[in-house]
Each structure stands twice: as structure tokens, then as C-alpha cells.
């Protein structure tokens, strides 16, 4: 019996372990179950996709970069196709020896690995740098034969940046480089939409109308799904968004006009703005020194950065937008506007000029201490008087000369569509108070009003100001905002959209008062400071030299050009605007530390003049001339404008690397 009940347990115990194990195996399975109908149905559709990920890839295809013309269509950026020879650090062993292994098959000088390590520098090191550029076609051959020899290493087509005109027009195009940690991070606060248009994008404006009008130029990006092997090579095209061209660029500069006024420089310093004053059209917009950007494009290297920014001439330096300087006796021309609008003198009152102004015990001289005798308006402007600009000044004051020439847009931001703009310095009590610390250094003395009348003391402008203002005169009153940008052309359809302008604002000027002071400015080119610069010419312009120092000269001192460095000498200036009665340019333009402005500044402004209204191109002879400043009126037998060749000769870079 007993025997019996133990049987009974022993198969009891049996059933409940059968039962639970039953239990555990159906609950196993179930877990399996669930997991299947969690991975095969419910994240199907997640697993597929990401299945397909590892299989394909979508690779951004970056867009060709528009072009960038003068008015007239000539190409002042374009692009060009090109195999590059690109390392990825980060995917390198031996860096030193790879690149050895690489002298090998391809030349790569030592100016190619200076520009790749400067490269590295300002790179992460997964991204893919290029060590050669422009491969041929053999070298091409023989790297693929030898790649499986160099991980990390891949020949890349790439679309480069050309700059066909070399130096000419550098500072108004700028150039491109590649994207740099402060510039990622800036588009990283961009929409997410403007993000993805540059996944892929590794060049970026840097400067110009390059740097302005980056998201015209850019394009749209397009998309490639691709299938990938194993090893993460692309097998074949799945499916293509192909990108969108940028716009090319039309800008309202004539490139070979530009390219006139810089050979005129020479090797001089300086800078010149020409503008339509009947829409505010650059025409031309020059500073010289100027710089190669071709050499930017795949990374500057040392010698010649070094070049660049060492240089006692600074021609990175773009002069027409942010050199500084006092205008000198071209602004003497709005100081008889002011006088006239304001009332403050008649153009018919005289003014005794014995050659120098006494304030105080102060003795402001004339230039040369020349005496004039009794001076009017009119002859104030033909003959440059210092003393009727001193006292017209010291009887206007300061913050009343302040307030006429601020809506001129002197020491003011034009609005120009090119960044980096200068403001420069229009003086006023209150800029004084608010430029200056300490209270004796705030203070406004009578003795600074009087300097200003003459483009001297603290105004400060740029070219660019200056011709803003003098097409603003020219123009009656009119003020026209500056523009660089004309139109931008679509370069699949062709159609072309100009660019709209601010409409432009009247000052109210009489015109009796602006005739005055236009008239004044005829006349110096016919009986005053630059009349042997225009003799012969068959229309008829008004212009003003001006001549500003650099650095101050004692009261008691006499200007001597050869005791003086030659970056210490005076700066040679010139306001001009032709033809008189409808005019259809205004120049501004200084040369640095040229001396007078009728010797080094006016007779470029002749030449500009004889190029837009007569179609005429100087001669080698009188170019030479214009450099050395020597040349009065044109010499030599000029050329048409059409007849002379473009483009024109290639630049050679600043360092020779090799």
C-alpha cells in the first residue's frame, strides 16, 4: 500500500514537471514567435531599408558653379575639368612614405606636398585632400595600375575654378577656397534645406562677387543612389536627381576697361572707382596692387601666402572698398556745395589769398605758399585756394559740414553689393566724443574745422565714397545706390533676369547752385590745374587734383618729396565726370604717394574718358608714359577699343615653388 502511494507521488511530481517544462518550451516558443512577427512584420519594412542602406548609398553630386562675365559676356570665372590626385590621412599608415611612393608614378613638387601639409593643418584627417592636381591622362593610368599599393589614396574628377584673366579684376571677383572649420560651422545654423544643397560642396566663395553672390553661384545639388560592393566601391547607378547649374553672374564692370586702368597703374599703388551717375553702374572698380586668385583655388601654398600678406603693398588689401584716405583738395568741390546750399558764402563773394590763413597763432599755408589775390568761388576751384577753403570751413563749422556731406554718403556705407565696405571718417563733434576717452582729447577745436576744409584732419574716405558723391553732383542731386551686379543669366535656358535697384534719392539741390560748382570743375581742365591732362580732347569734362599728405608737415617745414620715404609722400588725386552736359562717368581715383594730382592721378582719368566716350585705346607709347608719369595728353596714335586683342596675357604666380 505504501508502496503504492509513492508510486502515485512519484508520477504526480512527473505530471507537474512535464507540465511545467510543457509550459516553458510553449513560452520559449512564443518569445521566438513574437520575435519573428516583431522583426519579419512589425520592423519589416525598418529592416528592409536598412538592408538596402548597406547595399546602396546616396552619394550628393555637386553642382558646376556659374560664371561670372563682365557686361559684355567676357568670362571673368568659369570652370574646368580635371583629375586630382586626393589622400585621406586618417585611412594612411605611413603618410611620409606613401607620398614617396607617389613620387613614383606621378610628379608632385615640393610646392604640391607644402600646399597639401598647409591643407592638413586646417583639415580633419578623414577628410580627402588633394596632393596633384591636373593629372594627365598617363599619369592617371599609372596610379590605377598601382592603387591597390596606396589605401586611402583615389584619383578624383573634380571641376576646378578658373580665373582666365589672372590678376586683372581680382579684388572685384575674389575667389574661392575650400570650406574651413568657422565656415562649416556657419552652415550649420543654416536651414535644414540649405544644408543639404552643400552635403558634398568642399569649395566656397571667399571674397567678391564670389563671396557675395555664393548661393547664386552655388547650384542645387543633385543625388545619386548608387549600389555598393562589399568593400564599399560603387557597382552601379540605381537612380539619379542630377544638380542644377549656379547662374552665371553678369556684372556691370567692363573687364578690358578694368584691365586698362590697372596696366596705367603699373607698379604704382592705388585705387579708382568709375560710375554711371545715371544708375550707379560701376563701370570700373580698381586697386592695385592686385593678386593672382587662380592661386587660391587649390590651396595657396607657404612661399607665396607669404607673399601676399608680408608685402609692405598689401595686395590683398582691396583699396577701392576699404583703403582710407583724405580726399585733399577734391573735396573742395563739395565744400562750394555746401556754402551755396546752405548760404553760408555766395559764388560771387571774394576772398583775399595772400597764400596762408591765420587762426589764432597758427599759420595754414597755401601749397608752394602761393599768393592768389582776390578769389572767388569759381576761381577757388580752378586754382585749388587753401585760404578760401580754411575760412569758408571756420565760418560753416564742423558739424554743419557734417551734416551737408553726410547724405552725399561721405564716411558712410554706400550699400554696394560687395561686402567688407569701410566707413571711413566723416568728423563731427559728437564722432569726437564718441571715438576718444579722454576729455581733453574730446574736445573739438576750432583749429581742426579749418584743415577739413581742405580734404585734410580727420576726414577720411574711400574711392568709392568719393565717386558715389561726385555722380551724385553730377547728377544734379540724384543719388544712385553703387552696383556691381547687373543681371544674372539662367545657363540652361538662357534667360536672363536683371538685377532690381533701389530707386533713387533726390537731395533737392538747386540747380543753379550745382551749375556753379560743375562749371568751376569745366574750367579746370581748360584754364586750371589739369588743363595740359585734357588738351586736344573733343569733349568737354570737369575734374578736380587734389594732393593729400600721408603724413604730417610742420607749419614751419617745406614739403620736399626726395628727403621723404617714398610711402611717406603726398597721394595724387583726381574727381572727374564727362561729357558736361549729360554725364555719363564719374572717376574718382587716387595713386599712392604719387605727389600732384595733375602729374600722376588726371591723366589716367583722360585715358578712362577717351575709352568710354571716344572708343579709344592709348597707344604702348603713352601706357609707358602714363606709368612713369610723364604723359600729359595722350601720345602716340591710339587703337580702337575693339581692335586690341582679349583676353589678356596670363599672370606668372607671385613665389616660384619649384
Not at 586668385?293 to 595657396?300: A, D, H, K, S
Not at 607669404?306 to 573742395?332: F, M, Q, V
Amino acid at each position: 500500500m505504501t508502496e503504492l502511494r509513492n508510486v502515485e507521488a512519484d508520477l504526480a511530481h512527473f505530471r507537474t514537471r512535464v507540465i511545467v517544462m510543457a509550459l516553458a518550451i510553449l513560452f520559449a516558443f512564443g518569445l521566438v514567435g513574437a520575435r519573428m512577427i516583431w522583426l519579419q512584420v512589425i520592423q519589416h519594412e525598418a529592416y528592409v531599408a536598412q538592408a538596402e542602406s548597406n547595399r546602396t548609398s546616396v552619394l550628393p553630386v555637386v553642382p558646376n558653379r556659374g560664371r561670372i562675365t563682365d557686361r559684355f559676356g567676357r568670362v571673368l570665372a568659369s570652370n574646368y575639368s580635371a583629375y586630382t590626385l586626393e589622400i585621406t590621412p586618417a585611412q594612411v599608415d605611413d603618410l611620409d612614405a606613401t607620398i614617396a611612393g607617389l613620387r613614383e608614378l606621378v610628379e608632385i613638387s615640393p610646392r604640391d606636398e607644402r600646399r597639401f601639409r598647409k591643407l592638413r593643418e586646417e583639415s580633419h584627417s578623414f577628410d580627402s585632400l588633394p596632393i596633384r592636381t591636373k593629372l594627365s591622362d598617363e599619369e592617371v593610368a599609372r596610379f590605377t595600375v598601382q592603387r591597390y599599393r596606396f589605401p586611402g589614396v583615389e584619383v578624383q574628377a573634380r571641376l576646378l575654378r578658373s580665373y582666365p584673366n589672372g590678376e586683372s579684376a581680382s579684388h572685384v571677383v575674389g575667389y574661392i577656397g575650400r570650406i574651413n572649420q568657422r565656415e562649416k560651422d556657419q552652415i550649420a545654423d543654416w536651414p535644414e534645406e540649405e544644408q543639404a544643397n552643400y552635403r558634398g560642396t568642399e569649395y566656397i566663395g571667399k571674397l567678391g562677387v564670389e563671396q557675395q553672390h555664393e548661393q547664386t553661384l552655388h547650384g542645387t545639388t543633385g543625388f545619386e543612389r548608387v549600389e555598393t560592393s562589399a568593400g564599399g566601391r560603387a557597382v552601379r547607378s540605381l537612380a539619379a536627381t542630377p544638380p542644377t547649374p549656379g547662374d552665371t553672374v553678369v556684372l556691370t564692370i567692363d573687364a578690358k576697361l578694368q584691365h586698362l586702368i590697372e596696366t596705367l597703374y603699373g607698379d604704382r599703388r592705388g585705387a579708382l572707382v568709375a560710375i554711371d551717375p545715371r544708375n550707379g553702374e560701376v563701370l570700373a572698380l580698381v586697386s592695385k596692387p592686385t593678386f593672382d586668385p587662380n592661386l587660391f583655388v587649390e590651396g595657396i601654398d607657404v612661399d607665396n601666402w607669404r607673399a601676399l600678406n608680408e608685402s609692405i603693398d598689401k595686395p590683398l588689401l582691396n583699396r577701392a572698398l576699404r583703403g582710407s584716405y583724405p580726399p585733399g583738395s577734391t573735396y573742395k568741390p563739395f565744400m562750394a556745395m555746401a556754402a551755396l546750399e546752405t548760404g553760408a558764402r555766395k559764388a560771387e563773394t571774394v576772398i583775399n589769398d595772400p597764400g596762408y590763413w591765420v587762426l589764432g597763432n597758427h599759420r595754414f599755408r597755401s601749397h608752394g605758399d602761393i599768393a592768389l589775390g582776390a578769389v572767388d568761388m569759381r576761381r577757388s576751384i580752378i586754382k585749388s585756394s587753401n585760404v578760401y577753403y580754411y575760412s569758408l570751413a571756420n565760418e560753416m563749422g564742423v558739424d554743419a559740414i557734417h551734416d551737408f556731406m553726410k547724405p552725399l554718403g561721405l564716411g558712410q556705407i554706400t550699400g554696394i553689393d560687395l561686402k567688407g565696405e569701410l566707413r571711413g571718417v566723416l568728423p563731427s563733434q559728437q564722432w569726437k566724443r564718441d571715438t576718444y576717452k579722454r576729455p581733453d582729447q574730446q574736445r573739438w577745436y576750432a583749429g581742426e574745422t579749418v584743415s577739413l576744409g581742405i580734404g585734410q584732419g580727420y576726414n577720411n574716405f574711400t574711392m568709392l565714397q568719393m565717386a558715389n558723391a561726385m555722380a551724385t553732383l553730377a547728377s544734379g542731386g540724384v543719388k544712385h545706390v553703387p552696383h556691381l551686379t547687373l543681371a544674372k543669366r539662367n545657363p540652361l535656358t538662357g534667360e536672363t533676369e536683371p538685377v532690381e535697384q533701389p530707386a533713387p534719392e533726390s537731395l533737392n539741390f538747386k540747380p543753379a547752385n550745382v551749375r556753379v560748382v560743375l562749371d568751376a570743375m569745366q574750367a579746370v581742365t581748360t584754364e586750371g590745374t589739369s588743363t595740359r591732362v585734357f588738351a586736344g580732347a573733343p569733349y568737354a569734362s570737369g575734374g578736380k587734383t587734389g594732393t593729400a599728405q600721408a603724413v604730417t608737415i610742420g607749419q614751419r617745414d617745406r614739403y620736399d618729396a626726395k628727403k621723404l620715404e617714398e610711402h611717406q609722400r603726398d597721394h595724387s588725386l583726381y574727381l572727374a565726370f564727362a561729357p558736361v552736359d549729360a554725364p555719363r562717368v564719374v572717376v574718382a581715383l587716387i595713386v599712392e604717394n604719387a605727389g600732384f594730382g595733375a602729374a600722376a592721378a588726371a591723366p589716367i582719368a583722360r585715358r578712362v574718358f577717351d575709352y568710354l566716350l571716344l572708343d579709344q585705346y592709348p597707344s604702348e607709347q603713352d601706357i609707358a608714359a602714363v606709368q612713369q608719369g610723364q604723359a600729359a595728353s595722350p601720345i602716340g596714335t591710339p587703337r580702337n577699343v575693339n581692335d586690341v586683342p582679349w583676353p589678356p596675357a596670363p599672370t606668372v604666380p607671385l613665389a616660384d615653388a619649384q
